[in-house]
Nanobody, 115 residues
Framework: QVQLVESGGGLVQAGGSLRLSCVVS????????MGWYRQAPGKQRELVAS???????DYVDSVKGRFIISRDAAKNMVYLQMNSLKPEDTAAYYC?????????WGQGTQVTVSS
């Protein structure tokens, strides 16, 4: 059974940091690209960071230099380290493969950044 479970969100002041975690079922972890997505109220869901099996990463311009995506094959985990958070980073964050599949969306984890 495919499963992705996100955790680590919370309320943080602008300039603060959070680390998001995603447990990925073994079957999915072998997929080449994993990604973190976010959806803010009234906006479309967007891919903010992706990572390949080989460790190649890519980021949307708005988070470059602030967010770091990583994966741990031994633990079937994908992480998103978020630094220098801004109020505009407020959103629900999800992990999924890249490109995302509808059936794989989990509950997400809420990140709220106060100014």
């Amino acid at each position: 059974q495919v499963q992705l479970v996100e955790s680590g969100g919370g309320l943080v002041q602008a300039g603060g940091s959070l680390r998001l975690s995603c447990v990925v079922s073994r079957r999915l972890f072998s997929i080449n690209y994993m990604g973190w997505y976010r959806q803010a109220p009234g906006k479309q869901r967007e891919l903010v960071a992706s990572i390949s099996n080989g460790g190649s990463t890519d980021y949307v311009d708005s988070v470059k230099g602030r967010f770091i995506i990583s994966r741990d094959a031994a633990k079937n985990m994908v992480y998103l380290q978020m630094n220098s958070l801004k109020p505009e980073d407020t959103a629900a964050y999800y992990c999924n493969i890249v490109p995302a599949l509808v059936n794989y969306w989990g509950q997400g984890t809420q990140v709220t950044v106060s100014s």
